[in-house]
């Protein structure tokens, strides 16, 4: 029974960890397709054209 434990902690840790970066690389796609400073524009720029975000 512990080995049972133990394994579905590693799963809900797994989780979490895939959870987090998938809500951080929404945040930083969202950042870099909707923000206007022109320093963030230049370095996304062909990210911005790539995944569909106007950027003009």
Do not use: E, K, N
């Amino acid at each position: 029974m512990t080995t049972t434990t133990i394994r579905a902690t590693d799963r809900s840790q797994a989780l979490m960890a895939v959870l987090f970066v998938a809500v951080f690389g929404a945040a930083l796609l969202f950042a870099a397709g909707h923000l206007q400073a022109a320093t963030l524009h230049d370095a996304a720029h062909d990210v911005r054209h790539a995944t569909g975000f106007p950027c003009h």
